[in-house]
């Protein structure tokens, strides 16, 4: 979706653009050209960076969560181990 229509920037590169370690607003706007013209796309273009960024925190979350899950599942494993040893 075009979200910038002076410089014709997507949605997409201002992710892309996240993705590439571009962080806030201004460091978007200077890496796709958002902004460059009448302003008019700028709280459009924040709100895009706030749902991605919203997106990536949930996915991060949710592989940490799995990441001690299975931790969790080795650590048990180890002590049962130890246990049947002993």
Not at 63 to 84: I, K
Request: glycine share 10%.
């Amino acid at each position: 979706m075009i979200l910038c229509h002076c410089a014709i920037v997507t949605d997409r590169q201002v992710t892309n653009a996240m993705d590439d370690g571009q962080v806030g607003l201004g460091a978007i706007c200077r890496a796709t050209g958002a902004g460059s013209g009448c302003g008019q796309c700028v709280p459009s273009v924040r709100s895009v960076m706030r749902r991605y960024a919203l997106a990536r925190a949930a996915v991060l979350a949710e592989s940490a969560v799995t990441s001690l899950a299975q931790f969790a599942t080795s650590q048990a494993a180890l002590e049962g181990d130890s246990h049947a040893a002993a």
